[in-house]
């Protein structure tokens, strides 16, 4: 007797797609994936795209480049400030200089300006060493699973809601199984991109 994988309703013979989901009927449900195994991977992805996300350190990078640059904005503005006042080039104020306490304080954010702006450059370029050796990471990553012989072939019966879970899900074990040393938040990361290069290519 004909079944249909999806709601499980059993057909008589001759008839050979359901008529309420409109996929092809199976002549047995033990030849088909359970749909109830599809809603906890689904779950597990779901509860995955909750843990915390994962920043490449290219844009690590571009934040530490962003700082660098409005710290220096910043030191050069408290330098030229304090030099104006020293010229008495400084209209708002009386004899055209900035108060004692005003200097000291434009001196000190100018210095601690400097100190960050240098901190945040470091960073930065230590950031750019590190986002090549992730693209390089990611590039091995791909050429491995797209050389492997084991990549699932869904059936065409699933929605694309479905195949999305059960080959995800199948990147993110085999991850976990062969790159144990890798975190959650990485996992994560990979996971999509090798989605893109592995299935979405295809469709």
Same mark, same amino acid.
């Given at each position: 007797?004909?079944?249909c994988?999806?709601?499980?309703?059993?057909y008589?013979?001759g008839?050979?797609e359901?008529?309420?989901c409109?996929v092809?009927?199976?002549?047995?449900?033990e030849?088909?994936?359970?749909f109830?195994?599809?809603?906890k991977e689904?779950?597990?992805?779901l509860?995955? %795209?909750n $843990?915390?996300?994962?920043?490449k350190a $290219?844009e690590?990078?571009?934040?530490?480049?962003?700082s660098?640059t409005?710290?220096?904005?910043?030191?050069?503005?408290?330098?030229?400030?304090?030099?104006l $006042?020293e010229?008495?080039?400084?209209?708002?104020?009386?004899?055209h200089?900035?108060?004692l306490?005003?200097?000291i304080?434009?001196s000190?954010i100018a210095?601690? $300006?400097l100190i960050?702006?240098y901190?945040?450059r470091?960073k930065?370029? #230590?950031?750019?060493l590190? %986002?090549?050796?992730?693209?390089?990471?990611?590039s091995?990553?791909?050429?491995?699973?797209?050389?492997r012989d084991d990549i699932?072939?869904v059936?065409?019966?699933l929605?694309?809601e479905?195949?999305?879970?059960l080959q995800?899900?199948w990147i993110l074990?085999?991850?976990?199984?062969?790159h144990p040393?890798?975190?959650?938040?990485?996992c994560?990361?990979?996971?999509?991109?090798?989605?893109? #290069?592995l299935?979405?290519?295809?469709?």
């Open positions: 007797m004909p079944w994988p999806k709601c499980k309703n059993e008589v013979p008839i050979t359901c008529s309420d409109n092809e009927l199976v002549e047995s449900l030849d088909t994936p359970s109830e195994s599809s809603a689904g779950s597990n992805f509860h995955a %795209a $843990s915390p996300m994962y920043t $290219s690590r990078k571009e934040e530490y480049s962003s660098y409005a710290f220096v904005f910043l030191f050069l503005l408290c330098t030229i400030l304090v030099v $006042s010229f008495k080039k400084i209209p708002l104020f009386e004899d200089v900035l108060p306490q005003y200097t304080i434009l000190c210095v601690v $300006s960050l702006a901190y945040a470091k930065s370029r #230590h950031l750019l590190e %986002a090549q050796e992730e693209e390089l990471k990611l091995d990553l791909i050429f491995e699973f797209q050389t699932p072939q059936d065409s019966f929605s694309a479905e195949q999305f879970f995800n899900e074990s085999t991850l976990h199984s062969t040393d890798y975190s959650e938040s990485y994560d990361y990979a996971a999509e991109q090798l989605y893109n #290069h299935f979405d290519e295809k469709e």
